[in-house]
Structures are given as structure tokens and as C-alpha cells.
């Protein structure tokens, strides 16, 4: 089992794994139910795929194909959702997603629940968290984290100041409590570049995996997949280096190569096989689902 060096270069990083089938996929997120995995991605109405091992993949349809209109006071007006965090518990879906504008702190984070997945059988259970312009953060990129304990969170963030960090209600999918956690964060110097929050439990640590930089632009794009730990879920996350996350920390664990432009927008999860990491990213013709298999080297990820 080959494992990326802990000081990779660009050149060193693996080509994403083979897929096929409808995989021009942004913004993955996937969970496997009995042995289906379940993929969920940006679209109208939010993208339904599945898959029956990991590398054939189908399109399903849209989890919302009669439109969302519960969320037009966040996108002007059109079905266009974000990011969606799909997860299952208790015998049911949870489908965490944004509704935003690109480069508005106007958003919302929603949640939709069903018991099969299916398009069109998710019911809104509406807003867990939004902002607006007076707000120091954005609400899109959700993730739900439950922790060792069973206790429920929900990490989200994108840019202004960064990663951010709120307790779930498990009998509602809602917020509990009025506690915001401040998590990560880039400095200004860099544009405040940082998003797309996703955190595993592993070894008794919690590692929060993100995306530094610019997605969204085709092979310019210049994403990459960061990450760093902590013993508890709300941190202090550190890097391998032992920089704070709230200080720019971060150790980066793939970035653009050869022909695989701004891998980003992580989203990571225990197979019986291995560790698996799920990303997307660019080539000429859009962005693309990556998978690739994470090792473990003294307690920090690697991909390979």
C-alpha cells in the first residue's frame, strides 16, 4: 500500500481513482447505505448519484425536482443549491445544503430529511443557520460531526473569518444552544481563502479536513485539500506542524498536478475497505468526481 511521502510535492500526489459513468460531479458528499453509496452534489435541486462500488456511478436526479422555493430569498430566485452534507441515522437521511449567491454572505443553511434517498421524497425541515451582510462569517458548506460522545455538531463556513462551529439537537437537526465555535481561519494576507469544512473522528482525534484558495474556475482554479486535528471536536485544530488552524495552519494533502486542477472540497469517510477521500476537480471540459484511498502515517492522512 503505497502512501504519498509527508513532505509531497505537487508531482508526487496520485491522479484521483478510476470512475465512470455520470461523474461531472462539484461539491461531493457521500455516505453508503447497504451497500449502495449515495452521492450528493451542487446542481439544481441538489444532484443525486449512486453507486454500487465505488466507481460506477449513475445519475439518479435531483433531490428537489419540483424546485426549492423555500430557499429563492437566498439565490434570487433560482434552484441552483450548494454543498450538500448527506449522512444517515436512525433509518433516515439527513441532507444538509446551502443556499447562497456566489460571493454573498446572504445564505442559508437548510436541512431535508427522507427514509429512501429517493428524488423528489425529501421533506424541508427548513433553516438551521443563515447570515447576512452585517455578518462577521457565511453560512453555506455544512458538514455534520457526531462526535465519540454521540453529540451533534455542525461545522460550515466559507472565507470572511473562516471555519465556524455549532451543537446539533439530534432529535431536530436543528441548533441547540447559541454557542458559536471559531475553528479555522485564514489571515487576510491570503484573502481569507478557506472553506468547505468536513470532520472525521479517528484514533481519538478529530481531523478537520478544508479547502484553502479559489474553486469555480475552471483550470485556473487553485484549491487544494488541507487538514488538521484535535482531541476534541470544537479544538484546538493544529497542523502537523503544530500551527493553529485559527492561525492559517494547515497541512496540505493534495493539490493541482499534471492535469488535475484545484482538488477540493473534501469529504471523507471509513469503508470496509480503507479510508476513503471524495473530492472534485477541474479539467478543460468541468469539474470531475476524485476518489482516492487515505493511509495513515503516524497519525496524519495521506492519499494515495
Known amino acids: ?9 505537487a508531482a508526487d500526489y496520485p491522479n484521483p481513482g478510476v470512475v465512470t459513468g455520470d461523474v461531472a460531479v462539484h461539491d461531493p458528499s457521500v455516505v453508503k447505505v447497504n451497500g449502495t453509496y449515495y452521492v450528493f452534489s451542487t446542481g439544481t435541486g441538489l444532484e443525486i448519484r449512486t453507486s454500487s462500488d465505488r466507481t460506477a456511478f449513475r445519475r439518479l436526479g435531483s433531490a428537489f425536482p419540483n424546485g426549492a422555493s423555500w430557499a429563492h430569498s437566498f439565490t434570487g430566485g433560482s434552484d441552483n443549491l450548494w454543498a450538500p ?6 433509518g433516515q437521511f439527513y441532507l444538509y445544503y446551502a443556499a447562497s ?4 454572505q446572504n445564505s442559508a443553511i437548510f436541512l431535508a430529511t427522507s427514509t429512501t434517498a429517493q428524488p423528489g421524497s425529501w421533506t424541508n425541515q427548513g433553516i438551521v443557520v443563515q447570515t447576512n451582510s452585517s455578518s462577521d462569517h457565511n453560512a453555506i458548506d455544512p458538514n455534520l460531526v457526531v462526535d465519540a460522545s454521540g453529540n451533534w455538531w455542525l461545522v460550515y463556513g466559507s472565507f ?16 441547540s444552544g447559541g454557542t458559536r465555535y471559531n475553528i479555522a481561519q485564514r489571515p487576510s ?8 469544512p468536513y470532520i472525521v473522528y479517528r484514533g481519538g482525534y ?12 475552471g483550470t485556473s482554479s487553485n484549491y487544494r485539500t488541507m487538514v488538521g486535528r484535535s482531541t476534541s471536536v470544537t479544538g484546538p485544530y493544529v497542523d502537523r506542524a503544530g500551527v493553529a488552524m485559527t492561525s492559517g495552519g494547515g497541512t496540505e494533502i493534495l493539490a493541482t498536478h499534471g492535469s488535475i486542477y484545484g482538488p477540493g472540497h473534501p469529504a471523507a469517510f ?3 475497505d480503507a479510508w476513503v477521500l471524495a473530492y472534485h476537480y ?15 502515517s503516524d497519525g496524519w492522512p495521506t492519499v494515495y
Not at 479539467?283 to 476524485?290: A, N, Q
Open 189 to 196: 494576507s491570503a484573502g481569507g481563502a478557506i472553506e468547505a
Open 282 to 296: 477541474y479539467t478543460s471540459s468541468g469539474s470531475r468526481l476524485g476518489i482516492n484511498l487515505i493511509g495513515w
Open 206 to 217: 478529530y481531523y478537520l479536513f478544508v479547502a484553502f484558495d479559489y474553486c469555480c474556475r
Open 85 to 90: 452534507d448527506i449522512s444517515f441515522h436512525n
Open 160 to 175: 470572511w473569518t473562516g471555519i465556524k462551529m455549532i451543537r446539533i439537537d439530534p432529535a431536530t437537526g436543528k441548533q
Open 270 to 272: 471509513a469503508d470496509t
Open 101 to 104: 449567491t456566489f460571493g454573498s
Open 1 to 9: 500500500m503505497a502512501t504519498a511521502p509527508v513532505a509531497a510535492s
